[in-house]
């Protein structure tokens, strides 16, 4: 029996950073790898493609550093504004 794969719909999957990274905040997984049990994602700048890096899938769940799709900037900036006070 094949054992299930982590992470199956990395590749593709959209995400916004809590905070700025590499100058911006929207990125795409294009690439994943399996090393032993860790599996990374390479992440590329929506607005950049030159702007990539690799980042343990597993931190993609940490929700103070990451959140799923494309989240508007205004809801960003309000989540702050929110924090803040």
């Known amino acids: 029996m094949a054992r299930k794969q982590r992470f199956p719909f990395l590749v593709g999957s959209q995400w916004t ?3 700025q990274t590499l100058g911006w905040r ?3 997984v294009v690439t994943r790898k399996n090393q032993g ?5 390479e992440l590329v700048a929506a607005c950049d493609e030159q702007v990539r890096f690799w980042v343990n ?4 769940r940490d929700r103070d550093l990451w959140q799923p799709g494309w989240q508007p900037l205004q809801a960003i ?3 702050e504004t ?3 006070d």
């Open 37 to 41: 049990k860790l599996v990374f994602a």
């Open 82 to 84: 929110a924090e803040s």
């Open 26 to 28: 929207h990125f795409r």
């Open 77 to 79: 900036a309000a989540a």
């Open 57 to 60: 899938a597993e931190a993609l």
């Open 17 to 19: 950073a809590q905070q």
